[in-house]
């Protein structure tokens, strides 16, 4: 990467920046390799972040589908989070997940569990996995909670054989005009189900898989409380990453753990965070990561510059970070700061090989925590930071009751925020088609087939908040 002028000597964020375009050789979007070089698994650049009310198991199964990755939080009970891993390798590396009742279910049930997925609709199933009907939200209209499925549901059911090619399923669908329909096997019990998005986002993603072919995922590790077994025992029940992760990743506690949990992960891949220095970077690849996370104070639910005035413009700390690991043959992934496409482009640009972000993600059918309603009737999720007096509460739940209570005063974090679900995007995939379009897009421009050439090709130039503001669109008149 080089600037369009002289760099400044001034740090810069996301928004200070612009990519320029380059004579590109480039000449679809589509022709472009969104697979990371730290040697992840990735197909696209995109983590989730370790944040409780985001990654759970609907969001590691649906993103790592599509070539993403989910981190779990490092203050999940150790036996939920081998649940948790078992539930996602478990789960088709194409077709989603359905909810499942039984007729006779009632509406009320129904519908509490129809926006825990994007596919919107219950497969109501016999005694031997077959499926009996579909219930979706408009099928309620009319009748009252307590009514039992078998009265509402649509008895119609068209199927999708599993053996069929992801073209085929949807061209079936297609000429059939079927937005969703179950997956069977050749007894005709159900083994998932698919939309017609579903099937043309397998025909362009390349899930992320492990060496068996199993779906992805990892975990974070605190520094506290025998880092280095709780590592064990992620690595024993097939966890992919082993993330450590503090706020401040450049201390002596953090070194040692990096050290402790690198000497039982073996070949599992091990990343530490978070610094924003090249310093910091330089120390933890020595203490043993493979993969440094950067980024102190940039999230949406993170007040640390706030309270402390500590942190960095997150494009400045990922371009020297980057540079530092690179010269060591490592990897950086830039952590937070990430409201827009652009910015997960810029973040590559920088030099990261994934950009983690979590809070752009709160307002999805996927994220763990429950959809509420407000009095409008719109539908939201409460999202919360961690290092939040929330989050410190969940994860000091089992020391006394004073050592609680004095954690709990010092808080760098919003402990809740109203994430509203976006009606024409509800859902993980659509956000992820957002940005894997605007990366594609981004590497076309500067002449790159590769993230790496992106990296290596991207000219960055410095603006003005004018000039930010300028490449804002407008949804009405001046």
Sequence with gaps: MKFLRDAPDFDLTYNDVFLVPSLSDVDSRMKVDLSTGDGVGTTIPIVVSNMTAIAGRRMAETVARRGGLVVLPQDIPIDVVRRVVDFVKSRHTIFDTPIIMNAEGTVGEALSLLHKRSHGAVLILDDEGKP????????????????????????????????????????????????????????????????????????????????????????????NAEPAKRARALVEMGVDVVVVDTAHGHQRRMLQAVEQVKAVTGSVKLVAGNVVTREGTRDLIDAGADIVKVGVGPGAMCTTRMMTGVGRPQFSAVLDCAEEASARGKHVWADGGVRHPRDVALGVAAGASNVMFGSLLAGTYESAADTLRDSDGRLYKESFGMASNRAVRNRTRQESAIERARKELFEEGISTSRMYLDPTRPSVEDIIDQIVAGVRSACTYSGASTLGELHDRAIVGVQS??????????????
């Excluded at 579903?198 to 992805?216: C, N, V």
Aim: hydrophobic share 35%; aromatic share 6%; net charge neutral.
């Design 465 to 478: 908040s004018s000039g930010y503001e300028e490449g804002r669109p407008r949804d009405t008149s001046w």
């Design 132 to 223: 009996r009907g579909i219930f979706t939200e408009h099928d309620a209209v009319g009748f009252d909670r307590f009514t039992q499925l078998h009265n509402v549901m649509n008895r119609e059911v068209i199927t999708i054989s599993q053996d069929r090619s992801v073209q085929e399923i949807h061209d079936q669908m297609n000429d059939s005009r079927l937005s969703f329909a179950p997956v069977v096997d050749s007894r005709g019990a159900v083994v998932g189900c698919i939309t017609r998005k579903g099937a043309l986002r397998s025909a362009i993603y390349k899930p992320a898989l492990d060496k068996s072919g199993r779906l992805m995922i990892g975990v974070a590790v605190g520094i």
